[in-house]
């Protein structure tokens, strides 16, 4: 097991990277048909759904600098974790303006904290990035973004205990995440990490029971059950964590309620009522 010196890593803190992107139709009318709507093809001037900029500033590595996860290997803009687990714990993002379909957008990151902390199965780092997208109008989206870096569990480690979703819910939609599904999100989104797509080595190398669904898929998901039951409000803020995994070995449901007339509660459960995502919208 590596030692996490995480006095070296804080020197990260403060790192910044800008980047520039345009956005492009194309990625938005693929999610749309991976999330099976039947929304008009994507036009200039179109309004960019709540989360729907991961569709762009995609990770562009070489494959020489990919490490065996799929993942860049580590250092670059990211602080070196020495442990060889890597998720999206969670985050946060607010829309002071509007991303729109055609715009050329400024994106600069920076790295605000980098934590560690003593989990059940031993060091767990966290690091939060704060990105800030602009465009020709101003700030469009400010967004920090929770990544949780952790050991592998020893052999024979209990499993940690469930979290039953929330009893009442007025939206459900039920999700199956096919290797189809996945893999497609993976392309969408170009993250290599092999858990969403290799079975072999989802099961034997990481050990888990099967894909993993991405995080940021099941927070898209939840931030598209808003639109479909409320579509003519628009999503200022969005808050969403992740509770527990998801595999793709059966479907899982993604339920929400109203919270006043200016926000929703909502969240994923697998088929066994195990809370899985949490997530809360305010509307403008």
Not at 127 to 139: A, D, F, I, Y
Not at 170 to 181: A, C, G, I, Y
Not at 251 to 273: D, I, M, Q, R, Y
Request: charged content about 20%.
């Amino acid at each position: 097991m590596r030692h996490v010196d995480i006095d070296y890593l804080k020197q990260w803190v403060g790192r910044t990277e800008t980047r520039t992107d345009t956005i492009a139709p194309v990625p938005i009318d693929a999610l749309n048909a991976l999330l099976d709507r039947d929304d008009a093809p994507a036009s200039p001037g179109d309004a960019v759904p709540p989360l729907w900029h991961w569709l762009y500033f995609l990770p562009v590595v070489r494959s020489s600098l990919v490490g065996p996860d799929g993942h860049p290997m580590r250092g670059g803009f990211l602080p070196p974790v020495p442990l060889p687990r890597r998720m999206i714990a969670g985050g946060r993002v607010e829309y002071p303006g509007q991303l729109r379909v055609g715009d050329t957008v400024t994106r600069r990151a920076q790295i605000l904290r980098v934590d560690h902390k003593a989990g059940r199965t031993g060091d767990l780092v966290f690091v939060t990035v704060r990105n800030e997208l602009t465009t020709p109008r101003g700030t469009a989206l400010v967004e920090e973004q929770d990544i949780v870096y952790r050991n592998v569990a020893p052999p024979g480690t209990a499993p940690p205990p469930t979290q039953l979703a929330p009893a009442g819910h007025l939206w459900d939609r039920k999700f199956t995440p096919d290797e189809v599904v996945l893999f497609k999100f993976s392309a969408l989104t170009l993250n290599g990490h092999r858990i969403h797509y290799d079975h072999p080595y989802v099961t034997q190398v990481e050990g888990y029971p099967g894909l993993v669904v991405h995080g940021p898929l099941i927070a898209v998901l939840l931030a598209d059950l808003v639109r479909r039951h409320v579509p003519r409000r628009a999503v200022k803020r969005f808050a969403y964590r992740a509770v527990s995994p998801t595999f793709h070995t059966a479907p899982f449901f993604l339920c929400g309620t109203p919270e006043g007339e200016n926000g929703a509660s909502l969240w994923s459960k697998s088929v066994e009522g195990q809370l899985a995502m949490q997530a809360d919208a305010v509307f403008g």
